[in-house]
C-alpha cells in the first residue's frame, strides 16, 4: 500500500488544457511530473483544426485571400503576402514597386502588434497584469492605424493578386510617423520594467534553456530561434521591398525566455524602424496591376511571420480552384521546442515557457 | 517551379535524409500531394542559408513510407499530420498519434484526399475509438 | 431568510457578472478583441465583469469561433458547469454561423448548434464596441432570467 503511494506521488500525469487561464486558445499538454519537476510533456492538438486546406476545392484563388488571412487573425496580412506572393510567382505577375512598400509598411504594422499583444500576453503569464495593461494600450494605437488606413482593426484584407487594394495618402503617412513616434516612446519607458525587475528577470531567466544547437536541429524558426542566438530572418530574401531596406536580424545569446521577450521587444523597435526607412523611399505610382488569367505550376513561397518563417506550398493545375495548398507555419514548427525547454522545470514555469515560444494554435492547425 | 529537387525511393530516403542533416540542412516541413488514386507524393523540405532542397518521394497509397522522425525529431508532427489527412501510413514514427492528431472517432478519415482510399482496409470505428486513448 | 439570501446573492450576481472566455476554433481575431474589451481603451470592468477561468465561478460564457467534432464536448461540458441562470455570447461571424469555414469538413457550425445561445455579436472580427454592446445586452437578459428564476 505504501509502495503504491509513493509511487503514484512520484510520477503523475497532469492535463494541461484545453481551456486554461493564461492560454488565450485551447491546446492541451500532457505533462508527466515527478514532484514538481517536469518529465516529459506530449501535446495534444485538434480542438481548433477546421480543414482550411481543403477549402480550396470550394473557393477559386482570389476567393482564397480571403480565406487564408483567417489561418491566424493576428498575423493575417502576413499570410495573405505569402499566398499572393505564391500566386504571383506562378501568375508571373511584376508587382508595382508602390506596391511592394506598402506591404512591408502593413506588415510591419502587424509585427509590431502582434509583439506588443505577446509582450503584454507574456508579462500577464507572470502575473504582472499592469504591464499587460500598459502593452495593449500602446497596441491599440496600431490598430487604429490600421482601421483609418484600410477600413478593419485586424484582418486588414490589404493583398490581392497583382498588388494591394489601398494607398496611404501623404497626410496619412505622417500620420503614421507621429503615431510611431508615440509608440517607441511609450515602449522605451516599459523596457526596464520589463527586463531589469527583480521579479521578472527571476521568473524569466535560465527557464525553458534551448541551446543554438539543438534549436537548429530541431527546425525551430523565428524569434524562438534568434533567441538562441542564430541570425535567422526570412525577411533577408528580400521579398517584397526588403532587399532595399537595410535592417539586421535581432539576435540575443541568452538562450532562455528572457532572452525571447528581448528579441520581440528588440523587434518592436526594428520594426518602427523599417516603417519609417519604408515611408521615407516609397515611390509614387500604381499600386496594383490587373490581373489576367490562371497560375499553373508549383511553388513555395517564404515569409517571415511574427513567429517565426512561414511556408506556403502552392500547386495549380490552370484552373480556378487550386491543387494543393500546403501552409506550414511557425508554431508548427515551434511546438517541437517544448520537448527540450520543459523537461526539469518547474510544472509553475509552464505557462511562461509554453508562452515563450508565441505559440498560435488557429495557425498550428489550421 | 520547385529548385534543387531531387528524386527518392522509399529505399534510399533515410540515406538521403541522413546526408542532408550531416550536410548542415534544417528539416523545414513536408508536403503530401495526392497524385492519382493509388499514389501520393511526399515532398521534404530542407533549408540551409535561404536556399531550400527538396525530396520528392512517390508513395503507393497502401504500402508504409518509412519515417524519417528518427534523424529529424521535428518531423514528427508533419508524419502525424499527413497520417491523418491522406491516410498514408508511415512506419517507425517516434511519437504516433496514430490518426488521431486532429480527428476524433466519429470525424471523416483521409479528408485531403479527392480519390477513395479504399486500398486500405479502414479501420472500424469502434477500434479508432480504442486507440485514441492511447 | 433563505430567500433574502437568495435574492442578495442574485442581485449582485447581477450587478457584477463574471466572464468565462472559451476560444473554440476561432482564428484569434475575434479572441484578441475579447481580450482588447478588457484592456483600458475599452475597459469592460466597468460594468463589473472579470474575465475568470473556472466555469464554475462564471455567469457569462463568450464563445468565439466555430465549432468543431473535438471542442464540442469541451464547450458542452464547461456551459454544464456554469451555475443557473447563464447566459452565452457567441461572437463573430464563425460563432453565429461558421462563417467563412462553414463549408470546412472538420466544422460542425455554429456555437448555437451544440448549446443555446441567447446574444449574438456579429463581425468578422466582432469590433469590441459590439462586444460590450452584447455583453449589455446579455445582462439585461441575465436580469430576466433572474426574475424568473426568483418567481418559481
Ligand atoms: S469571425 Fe472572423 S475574426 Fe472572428 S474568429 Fe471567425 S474568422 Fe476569425
Redesign the pocket.
Known sequence: MQEAIQKTVQRTTIPFGPQHPVLPEPVHLKITVEDEIIKEVVPALGFVHRGLEKLIDIRDFHQMIQVVE?VC?ICSMIHAMCYVHGIEELMKIEVPPRAKYLRVIWSELHRIHSHLLWLGLFADSFGFESVFMQFWRIREKILNIDEATTGNR??VSVNVVGGVRKDLSQDQMRWILDELDQIEQMTTQLESTLFEDYTVKKRTIGKGLLPSRQAVELGIVGPTLRASGVAQDMRQLGYAAFKELDFEPVTENNCDCWARCRVRYREVLQSIDLIRQAISKIPAGEINVKVKGRPQGEVITRVEQPRGELLYYIKANGSKNLDRLRIRTPTFANIPALFTMLPGMWLSDVPVIVLSIDPCISCTER | MLENVVSVSPDTLAGEIAKTKYEGFRFVTMTCVELDADTAEVIYHFDRDFTLKNFRLKAAKNADIPSISHIFMAAFLAENEIQDMFHLKFKGLIIDFNRTLYFDDNAQTAPLCRYTVSQIKSPEPESIQNSGDV | MKKMLGKIIASTRMKSPWILHFDCG?????DIEVLACLTPVYDIERFGMVNVGNPMHADILLV??TVNHRNKKVLTNLYDQMPAPKVVIAI????LSG??FRDAYNVVGGVDRVIPVDVYVP????KPEAIIDGAVLALKKFEVLRQQKLAV
Open positions: 483567417r487573425g485586424i484582418i | 476561432s482564428c484569434n481575431g475575434c468565439t469561433g463573430g461571424a464563425c460563432g462563417g467563412i463581425g468578422c472580427p466582432a
